[in-house]
């Protein structure tokens, strides 16, 4: 059963290369690409945060941010994304800047048995 899933995966995938009836981009320069009848017909494009700018609500300094000075990793907390590891490799590096990672952990707790002792330590 899970080789014809994957089958059928595979076969949809090049059909939607070949006969999509929408086409979805976060970036309307995709649109660019495409020939003119399907750009016209079936091209949608969204903004993302990245496109256009906002105040700052008040948060990042609540949270020890300063706009510019940071890093933020933003995904479910579950160990196929290895949040886990861009912490710990971000640990190892000599920068000011800090590391915001943003996300759902529904099912686990995101912590190293290096930063486990450290909060032992500091209780």
């Known amino acids: ?9 595979l076969v949809s995938e090049r ?7 929408a086409v979805v981009s976060d ?9 003119e009848a399907l750009r016209q017909a079936h091209f949608t494009s969204f903004l993302t945060g ?3 700018k906002t105040p700052c609500s008040g948060a990042l300094p609540r949270l020890g941010l300063e ?5 933020l990793y933003v995904s479910r907390m579950e160990p196929e994304n290895n949040a886990l590891l861009v912490r ?3 640990e190892t590096l000599e920068t000011d800047m800090k590391l915001a ?3 759902d952990a529904p099912t ?7 930063s486990a002792r450290r909060a032992t330590r500091a209780s």
């Open 15 to 21: 059909l939607a290369t070949i006969c999509p009836n």
């Open 50 to 52: 990245r496109d256009r």
């Open 1 to 9: 059963m899970e080789l014809a899933g994957s089958c059928l995966v």
């Open 27 to 35: 970036a309307e320069r995709i649109g660019g690409l495409l020939p």
């Open 67 to 71: 706009p510019g000075r940071y890093f």
């Open 88 to 90: 710990e490799a971000f």
């Open 108 to 114: 686990r707790v995101l912590t190293s048995p290096a």
């Open 101 to 103: 990672l943003v996300g």
